[in-house]
Every structure is written in structure tokens, then in C-alpha cells.
Nanobody, 122 residues
Framework: QVQLVESGGGLVQAGGSLPLSCAAS????????MSWFRQAPGKEREFVAA????????YYADSVKGRFTISRDDAKNTVRLQMNSLQPEDTAVYYC???????????????WGRGTQVTVSS
């Protein structure tokens, strides 16, 4: 069992930056690929970024490529999402997820956090 808790959300102006963090409980953190998803009001949950179990491979949605960076620290059971050049369309609840593979499909993930709100003002 893995419990995930996101932090770092908030209100930021367009063009600004915001770091998100996800803390995981349990001793098996390094056996999971970790990802970030987001869900805007009235929209489906969408893939943002993923990192493999080893941390050697990362994947990004086209909409955030070049602006967001995902990283993991297995010693601290933490995965981070550094978000730069934020735009109003990045406004959403951001969720951390753990699964076997760093893929885009929502249904493949075993564990989810409760989410953290990110609001980007224009």
C-alpha cells in the first residue's frame, strides 16, 4: 500500500513558476513509476508527466514539454514537478500517481493522491 500526498499548489501569475511535491509513504517507493496528472473543471483528467522507476526516463505531455520538469528522490520518497512559464490553461487540480509503468493511461495507475490546486491568473 502506498499513500501519496501532494503539496505546493497555489495561485501564481502567468509566466511564473511553481514547484509541486508528492510525498509517498511505504518502503516500496522505488518500485513504482511516478506520474503527474491534472484535471481542470469540466474536463477529464489528463497526463502531464511521468518518470520511470529508475529515474532514467521521463515523459511529458506536448502541452508542458520544455516548461515542466519531473524528478524523483528515492531517498526521500518524493517526486517533484517543477512548473515554469505557467499559463492560465495550466489551471487545474494536479494529482500524483504511482504505477508499474510510466504511461499516459489514467487507468493503469494503482495509487493516487488527493490533489493540489494550481491557479494561474492572466
Amino acid at each position: 500500500q502506498v499513500q501519496l500526498v501532494e503539496s505546493g499548489g497555489g495561485l501564481v501569475q502567468a509566466g511564473g513558476s511553481l514547484p509541486l511535491s508528492c510525498a509517498a509513504s511505504g518502503r516500496t517507493f522505488n518500485t513504482y513509476a511516478m506520474s503527474w496528472f491534472r484535471q481542470a473543471p469540466g474536463k477529464e483528467r489528463e497526463f502531464v508527466a511521468a518518470i520511470s522507476r529508475s529515474g532514467a526516463s521521463t515523459y511529458y505531455a506536448d502541452s508542458v514539454k520544455g516548461r515542466f520538469t519531473i524528478s524523483r528522490d528515492d531517498a526521500k520518497n518524493t517526486v517533484r514537478l517543477q512548473m515554469n512559464s505557467l499559463q492560465p490553461e495550466d489551471t487545474a487540480v494536479y494529482y500524483c500517481a504511482a504505477g508499474r509503468y510510466p504511461v499516459m493511461a489514467v487507468t493503469t495507475y494503482d495509487y493516487w493522491g488527493r490533489g493540489t490546486q494550481v491557479t494561474v491568473s492572466s
